[in-house]
């Protein structure tokens, strides 16, 4: 899929740190592939990991800072796709970006939105 230049250009212009920055949109309009085109040229160490697997929702529902800590490490970026599958991932994200990433690299979370049945 092609990703217009644009669109990586306002990304990178929106991460500030201390900040979280939401992408969201309907499902299967390209939210993970422009993430991944966005990490290709992140020099940042990142993590990238999915709001599915239940791990990563065990760590990232925990509000623990020292779990959300342990869990993220030295990395300067979170990526969270499928985010809105977490518990609580807006109060864990609030816990990280003011307690470890505040002055780091922002997190990412593309949140996806349901459609109607």
Excluded at 35 to 64: K, M, N
Excluded at 69 to 98: C, H, M, P, W, Y
Excluded at 106 to 116: D, L, Y
């Amino acid at each position: 899929m092609y990703i217009p230049q644009r669109h990586l250009d306002n990304l990178r212009s929106t991460l500030k740190p201390g900040k979280v920055v939401v992408i969201y949109g309907a499902r299967r309009t390209g939210k993970t592939t422009l993430l991944r085109a966005f990490l290709q040229h992140e020099p940042q160490p990142y993590l990238l990991v999915s709001g599915e697997d239940i791990t990563v929702q065990d760590y990232l529902a925990s509000q623990s800072i020292d779990k959300l800590k342990a869990f993220v490490g030295s990395k300067r970026l979170l990526v969270v796709d499928e985010a809105q599958k977490v518990s609580q991932i807006g109060l864990n994200l609030k816990l990280l970006t003011d307690r470890h990433f505040n002055r780091m690299r922002p997190s990412i979370a593309p949140w996806k939105i349901p459609q109607p049945t």
